[in-house]
């Protein structure tokens, strides 16, 4: 859980930077960069207003600074949850997970989550040198993203994999129902992507974003309706990325209530988005590893429906 602590106080400097002012009084308290995301994420302002950190303040005005305070986290409870385990060794273990399941605990999902479901049964991870709600956890799916995850065993394997991921040779491919059919057959989405600015929770493509690339190629298009169903490979990992990018283009996941179109056309309960390959190098042998996943029953059975 959280907390926070808030700072008042009324600047007397005249012609200084918003950031700089702000550092000069509290700059015991947070480093820059933490300065900086506590402006994006909206808690700071500056006469009950958000400005930019670079505004030069005039003197006199009120500033208010929310600083999170994390508690001590509760210990996530083992939970004998069934797992589909695809494949495992002494390092690893890559998983087919359903749509709805939580990958990690947070405020509004504590339990029954693929965390809590690794620790019963596999409680060494308990030791790894993270946060015990990231135990084992190399990279993220959204809940109601279904399909392969990759999870580390012990820290020297997290380590090793999640070097795989920063330098982008991990393989990672999706299957995606659109809405609509792209302009082109095959194509390639570079757009930055950060946290959407009207609204907090979400993501948007931004100019000052973070690189993001993906590619999608169109692999079925005989539906009714426009749909179509294509194979979008990611070569960066941002959050929402595939949602985001394919919403950017015009042609937003069938089910995704988030980016997509506000009258779905079908009564999906899930966003039609599935993690169907993965390839990465095992840690300790180095031997490249290839993996799929078929679409789960749901979301054939809706693809049926379309041809029909």
Request: with cysteine; charged share 30%.
């Amino acid at each position: 859980m959280t907390t926070s602590d808030q700072i008042d106080f009324t600047t007397q400097e005249s012609g200084e930077r918003l950031d700089k002012i702000i550092m000069a009084h509290i700059g015991d308290r947070l480093s820059r960069a933490q300065l900086k995301t506590l402006m994006i994420d909206g808690l700071v302002t500056v006469d009950g207003k958000q400005i930019k950190p670079g505004a030069k303040l005039k003197g006199g005005e009120h500033i208010q600074v929310t600083i999170p305070v994390r508690e001590e986290p509760e210990k996530v409870q083992p939970e004998n949850i069934p797992l589909t385990v695809i494949y495992e060794d002494d390092d690893l273990a890559v998983i087919d997970k359903p749509a709805g399941m939580v990958v990690h605990p947070g405020d509004l999902n504590e339990t029954s989550t693929l965390v809590s479901a690794l620790l019963s049964r596999w409680p060494q991870i308990a030791a790894m040198n993270v946060e015990e709600k990231r135990a084992g956890i190399v990279h993220r799916l959204d809940k109601d993203t279904s399909g392969l995850i990759l999870i580390a065993k012990h820290d020297r394997a997290r380590r090793k994999l999640s070097e795989q991921f920063q330098e982008r040779t991990v393989e990672k491919v999706y299957t995606a129902l659109l809405e609509k059919r792209p302009q082109t057959s095959v194509g390639r989405i570079e757009a930055p992507i950060g946290r959407d600015p009207k609204q907090r929770k979400r993501m948007a493509v931004a100019r000052n974003g973070r690189p993001a690339i993906s590619e999608y190629t169109v692999i079925d298009d005989q539906f009714s309706g426009d749909f179509t169903l294509a194979k979008v490979r990611l070569l960066t990992g941002r959050t929402h990325q595939i949602r985001v990018h394919m919403a950017f283009i015009g042609c937003p996941i069938v089910g995704d209530r988030v980016y997509g179109f506000r009258k779905q056309r079908i009564g999906l309960k899930r966003q039609f988005l599935h993690a169907s390959e993965l390839a990465f190098d095992q840690p300790t042998s180095g031997e490249r590893l290839h993996f799929e996943s078929p679409l789960p029953p749901g979301l054939l059975n809706i693809l049926s429906k379309l041809r029909g």
